[in-house]
């Protein structure tokens, strides 16, 4: 019997620029790369404006459709925030930042479209802040919650 839990069926990496998978993402798999997981997505640059949280997700879908080692029926997953109840303010729609991002247009402009989500759940782990701006305070840990939607290529 085969070990599912191989780590050769499973690769994770975390110094890829999600929106130049091709130069930045090495793929040592025999077969292509099935399933991509993006969790809360931020500009680097910190900037809060729409235009630039769109363009960053276009980007990434782009990136995924063009990076040659991503299976032609594989699927993305990316988990966005969802409710919020902060001292700063509460957001009561789970899709806020689906919404907010325009991210179903962006997956659009490039081929992609949604075919389930998951959530909003709280996250057993707390999201490491490497660029762009912490998913949250320590304080407000159990008050965000995130939402997973995943998408597949349009077949021609």
């Known amino acids: 019997s085969s070990d599912v839990c191989s780590s050769d069926l499973i690769q994770h990496a975390f110094a890829v620029d999600a929106t130049r998978l091709a130069e ?3 793929w040592k798999g025999k077969e292509s790369c099935n399933t991509i997981i993006w969790t ?3 500009p680097e640059s910190n900037a809060v404006g729409i235009e630039t949280k769109h363009c960053l997700v276009k980007s990434f879908f782009a990136s995924v459709k063009h990076w040659p080692s991503f299976k032609a029926d594989g699927t993305i997953v990316i ?4 409710c919020t ?3 700063r303010h509460i957001n009561k729609d789970e899709d806020y930042q689906l919404k907010q ?3 179903l247009d962006a997956a ?3 081929g992609f479209h949604q075919v389930s989500d998951f959530g909003p ?3 057993f782990w707390r999201a490491t ?3 762009g701006r912490a998913l949250f305070k320590e304080k407000d840990r159990q008050k965000v919650t995130i939402k997973f939607y995943a998408f597949k290529a349009d077949m021609e």
């Open 101 to 103: 991002w325009q991210v």
């Open 79 to 82: 988990g966005l925030k969802s």
């Open 85 to 87: 109840t902060t001292a």
């Open 108 to 110: 659009k402009e490039e």
């Open 40 to 42: 809360y997505p931020f």
């Open 121 to 123: 759940v709280y996250p």
């Open 129 to 131: 802040h490497v660029c």
């Open 24 to 26: 930045t993402a090495a």
